[in-house]
């Protein structure tokens, strides 16, 4: 089958198409039919072997996929060759087929084309288990999303209102700020770029708190770390939880004094350590998102799609944190 390869350390450049010998559906297992495979951070990362694990090579970077049934192993009665589903997978998303665990799959909707479907999980599933259970979300709660643009910022937007938060965003641009309204959010900010002397930091802690009114933010969703992470925190209420979903401006070093003095949480993200802890948990989280999805107070925006050929490109440009949305890649029609 075609792949698109890690062979070596480095960057997208390095990525090419080769071929991987077919899966077989082991007992427990279904090998699906990928259509279309949705890019996100941690490809970005792994091929450059910089994220938490690393497999084998030569590997297919790749996560989140939609595609067709294509063999049933032994024990599974949910699935049939033939069915549409979605699922997140580790790796190997960048290929024409892969086994996967029955219980791992999702039904993809039939009016929801296979690019939608692999937009959806793994940034609707962070977001949501981020903003229930670590931020204990509530109806007038005030949210401020940083990298709201992105595909965890704008699933962070759109969550955000369908539980009547109040939505701020913040992000880089005024084209990503007319994404973010668009996705429902109460207000946009555009925040300069990166590093900030002292000054800068404190100017950037004053826009948030104006944003954040007189009791300051509930929750903050912070995808992007660095400099941006203490003006940030600086603008939360009392006892507000601040979560720590991702880096791509770098690890800030936090004043754990701010904490102390708004009796705030600082709370861990990690979805995919969830996932795997307590599956019926995420289960019931990824149930209650087909069902957001199904009534229109949700929707993946895929920006753009690339051939398997270029899927390279659109590592690339999650890379330079020029994505608006999800980029998708379309594995086979």
């Not at 890019?39 to 996929?65: H, K, M, T, W």
Request: charged share 20%; with cysteine; hydrophobic share 45%.
């Amino acid at each position: 089958m075609r792949a698109l390869l890690s062979r070596a350390p480095g960057g997208p450049e390095t990525l090419e198409v080769g071929d991987l010998p077919d899966p077989v559906a082991a007992p427990g297992e279904v090998v699906v039919a990928i259509r279309a495979c949705s890019i996100n951070y941690p490809d970005v990362l792994v091929i450059e072997d910089r994220y938490q694990f690393q497999p084998p090579r030569p590997f297919a970077p790749g996560g989140d996929i939609a595609g067709v049934v294509a063999q049933v192993g032994a024990g599974v009665t949910q699935w049939r060759v033939g069915d549409r589903v979605i699922g997140t997978v580790l790796m190997g998303g960048l290929a024409e087929r892969r086994a996967v665990p029955a219980d791992a799959l999702f039904p993809l909707p039939d009016e929801r084309g296979f690019e939608e479907g692999a937009a959806l999980l793994l940034t609707y599933a962070t977001s949501i288990h981020a903003l229930v259970d670590r931020g204990r979300i509530a109806a007038g709660d005030r949210l401020l999303v940083l990298g709201a643009s992105g595909g965890v910022g704008l699933a962070a937007v759109e969550l955000g209102k369908a539980f009547g938060a109040y939505v701020v965003g913040a992000v880089s641009s005024e084209e990503k700020a007319a994404a973010v309204r668009a996705a429902g959010a109460d207000e946009a900010i555009v925040y300069p770029h990166a590093p900030f002397d002292k000054p800068a930091s404190k100017a950037l802690a004053d826009r948030f708190k104006a944003a954040g009114g007189a009791g300051g933010f509930q929750l903050i969703y912070d995808a992007v770390g660095g400099d941006y992470a203490e003006p940030a925190l600086r603008s939360i209420g009392w006892e507000g939880r601040y979560l720590v979903v991702g880096f791509p401006a770098g690890i800030p070093r936090l004043p754990l004094n701010l904490t102390l003095l708004k009796s705030c949480d600082v709370c861990g993200v990690f979805w995919g350590a969830f996932a795997g802890r307590d599956p019926a948990a995420n289960r019931a989280h990824i149930m209650r998102l087909l069902d957001l999805w199904r009534d229109g107070r949700i929707a993946p925006r895929v920006t753009q799609v690339f051939p398997l050929e270029r899927g390279g490109e659109a590592i690339a440009r999650l890379g330079a944190r020029t994505a608006i949305g999800k980029l998708v890649v379309r594995v086979a029609d």
